[in-house]
């Protein structure tokens, strides 16, 4: 690592290892937590860069890529934090914020909010007595023009946060793609809210992170209108039936992934058919229905057994408790797939308790031979907990998809 001069013999093998590691990284994140600049600079990529010789040095200071995207998580870079910047030069920014920012370093922040691209929001932790976040760190932002990703991240802390300012952030964000909201609770002021927001490019709007249980309070939606939609992802903490078809009439979305969670809402099922003839467009569905699986076999899977009721749909995904099933939950599930048989790719049941005495309700023989006939088809079924396998596994696991391609 001692210092060499920046000559012929090694600026091209430097040069094609920051390449190698830019095609690699194609997301960088690099933490501004450290307390005082210089353990930041000996530290902290590209800090590090600086440090190995005139070469690396000379290399980093003229890839702007390098420094585009930072995570401010502590006070104290208002001197670090312009040069940082300064050095990304017109190149759009990824900002790794916290909340908790203090107000000279949020006033540096916001005043590069033509170059945003990306903003995640940390909300972690208490704040000395100060249960409301501002995540604005007491400075008005003005217009995000270039903002495509935008996501809140919270804690258990359940510190509040604004509704006024969630929703003004949106409203600045006239190209934003993607918001993600993950364990964000309590959000607070929303009933002095009068107008819906209409946002025409959002495509993808998640409470919450798939494949993992989402706690966020999704009553946002109520005040939104998202004609682009692609992937929803609802907890149904506060959100009802009525709020999503209500949300799914006025926004006429082509949604194709929907999640409808198990939150403190008692899902209205036999209500839940209406709103899914509004987006004839779905093709994966993931319904969690852990504490009222007997009124979802009753109230909701028959409506599927008519297949022009979401014509295009190729993943289904059913999550609830082991010790709820039954022979006619086999017996009206193996009617929905034979009505879908021609359409339907993937089935995944995730049980959500103790699988080791799933014998004692697995499907009578006939219904089983006539699982294992659809599977030899080419439908594939997939019964477990996670990655436990058992007897009632039909067929291997489905791929994981990507929710998030465009």
Request: charged share 20%.
């Amino acid at each position: 690592m001692k210092d060499v001069s920046f000559g012929a013999s090694s600026t091209p093998c430097a040069i094609r290892l920051l390449a190698s590691l830019l095609k690699s990284r194609p997301k960088f994140s690099f933490n501004l937590s450290l307390q005082d600049s210089r353990s930041a600079e000996r530290f902290i990529p590209p800090m590090l860069l600086l440090n190995i010789c005139t070469a690396w040095s000379a290399i980093a200071l003229s890839t702007p890529t390098l420094w585009s995207a930072l995570h401010i998580t502590s006070p104290g870079f208002e001197k670090l934090l312009p040069i940082w910047i300064e050095r990304a030069r017109n190149r759009p920014l990824s900002i790794f914020l916290d909340a908790n920012v203090d107000k000279r370093v949020a006033a540096i922040f916001w005043r590069q909010q033509l170059r945003l691209k990306h903003l995640e929001i940390e909300i972690e932790g208490d704040d000395g007595d100060d249960t409301r976040v501002d995540l604005f760190g007491g400075v008005a932002p003005g217009p995000l023009p270039l903002l495509e990703t935008l996501a809140f991240r919270g804690s258990d802390s359940e510190r509040e946060v604004s509704g006024h300012q969630i929703l003004e952030l949106l409203r600045l964000a006239p190209n934003l793609v993607e918001c993600i909201l993950d364990s964000i609770h309590p959000v607070c002021d929303l009933e002095t809210i009068t107008e819906v927001l209409p946002i025409p490019t959002l495509r993808r709007l998640m409470f919450g992170v798939h494949g993992r249980y989402s706690d966020s309070d999704d009553d946002l939606l109520e005040y939104l209108t998202l004609p682009a939609l692609q992937t929803l992802h609802l907890s149904m903490r506060y959100a009802s039936v009525d709020d999503l078809f209500s949300f799914l009439e006025r926004s006429s979305p082509p949604l194709q992934d929907l999640i409808i969670g198990d939150g403190w809402q008692l899902i209205d099922f036999g209500q839940l058919p209406k709103c899914l003839s509004l987006i004839p467009s779905l093709t994966q569905f993931e319904l969690w229905g852990e504490y009222s699986c007997a009124v979802l076999v009753a109230d909701f899977l028959p409506a599927l057994t008519d297949s022009s009721l979401l014509p295009n749909l190729l993943s289904f995904t059913l999550h609830f408790y082991a010790s709820q099933i039954t022979h006619l939950f086999w017996k009206t599930l193996l009617r929905v797939l034979s009505a879908r048989r021609t359409q339907l790719q993937t089935l995944n049941i995730e049980l959500k308790d103790d699988i080791n005495g799933l014998d004692s309700v697995m499907p009578i023989e006939h219904i089983l031979d006539a699982f294992r006939g659809l599977v030899a088809e080419g439908m594939q079924i997939y019964v477990g907990a996670g990655e436990v396998k058992s007897n009632l596994i039909f067929s291997t696991p489905p791929m994981k998809q990507n929710r998030c391609s465009t």
